[in-house]
C-alpha cells in the first residue's frame, strides 16, 4: 500500500479531526477533575523543625549528625557520633526527635513508646527522646533506653518516655549533655558492661573510676560492694534487703563479734550477715582503702546525697526505737521554737497541712509511714545535718544536731564494770537493749559475780556508736553502752508499758 492509499485509509477509519488534548493526556485531565494532588501533612512542618533545630546545634558544636531516611524509620531519626577537641569518638546514640505542641504535657514534655520500647531498651546503642517545642524554640531531652531499664527493673510498664522542663539542650548545657551520654555510654564497652548488668540488676548507676564487686551467698542471694573514688566510705548493696544501700565504714566492722549474736553471725552497720558474708565484705573493703584517699587530680568528690539521706533516716528510725518518747519532747521543743522562728513556722505549717501524715506521724512505726510521715517526723526530731568532708568516714561526714539533746554522756564499752545479769525467776524477763525503758528494774553482776538490781533512768541510742544503746542506771552521770543484742534480766512490771516502739 503507498503512502496516499494509508493516508486515505486512516482519513476514512477518523473522519473528524483528532482533539489531541483529550487523547493524549484523558488520564491526567480526569484527576484534574476528580482526585486531588498529594498534599503535605501537617505534621511534617514541626517535624521537620524539630530534626533541624537538634541538627544545627549539635553541628555547631562539632558533633556527626547522620540522619535516618524516613522509609527507614523505626523510631529513631538521627544517628550522633559525638567528639571531642575535634576527634571523632567511638561513642554513637540513637535519638527519636518530636516537634509540635502534642508532644506537651502540664509537667514536661513526653513522648510516646508505641512498638519500639524492645529495640529502645535492648539494643546495643542507648535510644534518648528529643522534643522540640515550637513556642519556646527549646529542645528537651530524656535517655528512653534508661528510663525503660528502670521501669523494667520496678515491675513497670511505662507507655511514654517523660521529660522533665529542666532537661532543656542549648548552647550552654550541650556540654553537660554530651557528658552525660558519653558517661552512660560507657557502660557499653569492656568491663563496663558487666557492670552496667550490676547496676541495672541493683538500681544504681556506677561511675567509671568506681569499685565494683560481686558475691552470690550460698542461698544465691545478690551482695554487691561498691566504693566510689576518694569516698570516705563504701556501700553495700544485697539482694535479700531489696537493695537498700547498706553504707559502712571501718567502724562498722566487729572482729570479735558482737554479744547476743547466733553463732557464725555478724552484724556490719545495721545488716546481719553470715561469718563468710562478713569476711568477703571485709575483704573488698581492705582492697578498696586506697580508692578512699582522694587523690591531688581528682576532681572535688561531691557530696552523697542519697547517702546522707539514708544515713539520716536510720538514725532517726533507731532513735524512735530506743527512744520512742523522743518525738514528744521533740514537739514540746519546736512548739517554743516555732513562736520566735518564722520560716521555721511555714515550713512546719506547709508540712503539717497533711493531716493524714501527721496521723501516721504519731501512731504509726517508721517502715510503716509514708514519706510525707517520714519528713514530718525528721522535722520534728532534727534541726540540722551539718555536711563535712565527702572523704571522711560516713559518721564523721553527717552530723545530726538533735533538738532534744542527749541526757548525758556516754562512757563506752571499754569502762564498763560487770554486766548484765540473765539470771532467771518467776518475775523476771529477758529483754534485749533495745527494750528497755526509763523506771525498769534491770539486775546487775558486778566483776565478782554478786547481783544487785538497777534503776533505769535513761535510754538514748549512742553518738559515739552508731547503733549502740546508751543507758543512764540510778540517776548516775554517765551512761554505759551496750550493743542492741545484749539481754537484761528485767523485773517484770504489772502496769502496761508506754511508749513501746517496734521496727
Not at 566487729?254 to 552497720?269: C, D, I, K, T
Not at 512505726?365 to 560516713?394: C, G, H, N, Q
Not at 543507758?471 to 554517765?478: E, G, H, N, W, Y
Amino acid at each position: 500500500m503507498s503512502m496516499s492509499d494509508r493516508s486515505t485509509a486512516m482519513s476514512h477509519y477518523c473522519p473528524t479531526a483528532p482533539d489531541l488534548s483529550r487523547n493524549l493526556f484523558p488520564v491526567a485531565a480526569h484527576r484534574d477533575s476528580e482526585v486531588p494532588l498529594p498534599k503535605v501533612p501537617d505534621a511534617r512542618r514541626p517535624s521537620r523543625a524539630a530534626v533541624n533545630a537538634l541538627r544545627t546545634l549539635l553541628e555547631r558544636h562539632d558533633h556527626i549528625v547522620q540522619e535516618v531516611d524516613g522509609q527507614n524509620d523505626f523510631g529513631e531519626d538521627q544517628h550522633v557520633t559525638f567528639t571531642e577537641d575535634g576527634q571523632v569518638t567511638g561513642d554513637l546514640v540513637k535519638i527519636q526527635v518530636k516537634g509540635g505542641r502534642s508532644w506537651r504535657r502540664a509537667d514536661g514534655y513526653a513522648v510516646p513508646i508505641g512498638d519500639h520500647g524492645g529495640t529502645w531498651a535492648d539494643g546495643n546503642i542507648p535510644v534518648l527522646c528529643v522534643v522540640h517545642d515550637p513556642d519556646t524554640d527549646g529542645l528537651y531531652w530524656a535517655n528512653a533506653t534508661k528510663q525503660l531499664l528502670s521501669a523494667r527493673r520496678e515491675g513497670k510498664v511505662v507507655k511514654t518516655i517523660t521529660i522533665g522542663p529542666d532537661r532543656k539542650l542549648d548552647d550552654e548545657s550541650i556540654a553537660d549533655f554530651v557528658a552525660d551520654v558519653r558517661r552512660y555510654l560507657s557502660r557499653y564497652r569492656g568491663n563496663r558492661i558487666i557492670q552496667a548488668q550490676l547496676g541495672e540488676m541493683a538500681g544504681v548507676e556506677f561511675g567509671p573510676s568506681d569499685i565494683v564487686q560481686h558475691h552470690v551467698n550460698v542461698d544465691g542471694e545478690d551482695m554487691i560492694f561498691w566504693q566510689r573514688r576518694g569516698e570516705g566510705f563504701a556501700t553495700l548493696l544485697h539482694s535479700d534487703l531489696d537493695w537498700h544501700p547498706e553504707h559502712i565504714g571501718p567502724e562498722h566492722f566487729h572482729p570479735h563479734g558482737r554479744p547476743g549474736l547466733l553463732p557464725g553471725m555478724s552484724v556490719v552497720a545495721n545488716t546481719i550477715l553470715s561469718k563468710a558474708e562478713a569476711q568477703w565484705l571485709a575483704a573488698c573493703f581492705d582492697a578498696a582503702r586506697w580508692a578512699r584517699e582522694p587523690a591531688v587530680d581528682d576532681p572535688p568528690l561531691h557530696t552523697n546525697l542519697d547517702a546522707r539521706d539514708n544515713y539520716v533516716a536510720k538514725r532517726v528510725e533507731l532513735r524512735l526505737r530506743i527512744d520512742p518518747d523522743a518525738l514528744t519532747r521533740s514537739i514540746q521543743e519546736i512548739r517554743t521554737e516555732i513562736e520566735i522562728d518564722h520560716d521555721l513556722a511555714t515550713t512546719g505549717a506547709e508540712l503539717k497541712s497533711d493531716a493524714e501524715a501527721c496521723a501516721e506521724a504519731l501512731a504509726k512505726p517508721w517502715r510503716e509511714m509514708s514519706d510525707k510521715a517520714r519528713r514530718l517526723v525528721t522535722f520534728y526530731l532534727v534541726r540540722e545535718v551539718r555536711v563535712e568532708s565527702p572523704a571522711l568516714p560516713i559518721d564523721e561526714q553527717f552530723r545530726i544536731v538533735w533538738r532534744c539533746p542527749r541526757p548525758a554522756a556516754e562512757y563506752g564499752f571499754g569502762a564498763r564494770v560487770g554486766q548484765p545479769s540473765t539470771r532467771m525467776s518467776s518475775n523476771r524477763e529477758l529483754v534485749s537493749a533495745f527494750e528497755l525503758r526509763p523506771g525498769d528494774r534491770i539486775y546487775w553482776l558486778s566483776r565478782h559475780g554478786n547481783e544487785r538490781g538497777r534503776s533505769v533512768s535513761a535510754v538514748w541510742d549512742s553518738e559515739d556508736t552508731p547503733g549502740a544503746v546508751c543507758v543512764l542506771f540510778d540517776q548516775l552521770m554517765l551512761g554505759d553502752t551496750f550493743w542492741p543484742e545484749e539481754l537484761f534480766a528485767r523485773k517484770v512490771s504489772a502496769e502496761p508499758r508506754s511508749g513501746a516502739f517496734r521496727a
